[in-house]
């Protein structure tokens, strides 16, 4: 199999799944002012955003099963936003989570694996994933969850059959009207904009928000160092701000600068509670090894007709 990398002279070419979302379509553009090929994948037939007119876009669903590695030999890179991308739809639509998430990872790393020319792969992961210091997978909500295992899936494909695979671990992205209408700092600003109330969650931890320029500007970074990797290669690309802060702060520095008296209220949101794992009582084997091997044999040799 030939590693893929763009032809002298040639500007990359990408295909960008999920391409209509609010970052598809944003970063869509941004690469294809840079000069960057850009063709497009989504399930949805219904352009709700505007993307590059010369862009070409395969309306297809990646989670369904079907060999698209033909496909994948004609690109240089695979950038991977197509799935569930929020905890609240992961908590509702678990199946469906589990399944955009994880197979359609899945479906793209075969596809490249089968690849005649294989391009490299970044897909799009989440601050939700938690990892120790020595990179173990620690707990977390389902759609962290589907997202660390989409990126061990990357890891494992890129250490097993010589691929190039980055997880860029994305923060919260705000900054364009053009997102999902629930997202909070788009809410806030808003509510406060109308002087309507601000309503804020009790005890929610802090957030890391990036603005959607920034997290462009992260993703082709990556893009650009993943041209000059050779297999085998996994990585890892922070696109974060740095910065945490509580939604009551967020709140009330959106209030501050829309200069607006919106007042502030809180309500209670629904948690979700880790159970304790409980340790059911194992037994203490009755039969060594030594002896088992010996049963298995006679056993064997009895079925051979005593031989």
Not at 2 to 7: A, E, G, T
Not at 21 to 38: F, I, K, P, Y
Not at 253 to 273: C, L, Q, T
């Amino acid at each position: 199999m030939k590693r893929s990398s763009p032809s002298s002279g040639n500007p990359p070419r990408i295909l960008l799944t999920g391409c209509y979302g609010s970052l598809g379509s944003v970063l869509a553009a941004r690469l294809t002012e840079l000069g960057w090929r850009v063709d497009g994948m989504d399930r949805s037939r219904a352009r709700t955003r505007a993307l590059p007119s010369k862009m070409r876009v395969f309306h297809r669903d990646i989670a369904a099963r079907g060999d698209l590695s033909t496909m994948m030999s004609q690109y240089d890179g695979i950038v991977h936003l197509a799935g569930c991308s929020r905890v609240g739809d992961a908590r509702r639509h678990p199946y469906e989570a589990i399944r955009t998430n994880i197979l359609g990872t899945a479906a793209v790393l075969e596809s490249v694996r089968k690849a005649e020319r294989r391009p490299w792969i970044l897909l799009a992961s989440s601050l939700e994933v938690r990892t120790a210091a020595d990179g173990a997978y620690g707990f977390t909500n389902l759609y962290g969850m589907t997202k660390g295992v989409a990126e061990l899936l990357g890891r494992r494909y890129a250490s097993d059959y010589g691929l190039v695979v980055a997880a860029a671990r994305i923060a919260g992205i705000y900054g364009s009207l053009d997102d999902y209408p629930d997202k909070v700092p788009l809410v806030f600003a808003l509510h406060a904009l109308d002087g309507r109330p601000l309503k804020v969650a009790k005890g929610a931890r802090l957030m890391d928000y990036i603005h959607i320029d920034d997290a462009c500007r992260a993703l082709i970074g990556g893009m650009r160092q993943l041209q000059k990797l050779k297999p085998p290669a996994f990585c890892i690309l922070q696109v974060r701000s740095g910065t945490k802060i509580s939604l009551d702060r967020l709140a009330r520095m959106v209030r501050d600068k829309a200069g607006a008296k919106a007042p502030i209220s809180s309500f209670v949101a629904p948690s979700e509670k880790d159970i304790a794992i409980i340790r059911l009582e194992g037994i203490s084997p009755a039969t060594d090894l030594s002896a088992g091997l010996d049963q298995m044999l006679a056993t064997l040799r009895n079925a051979r007709g005593g031989c």
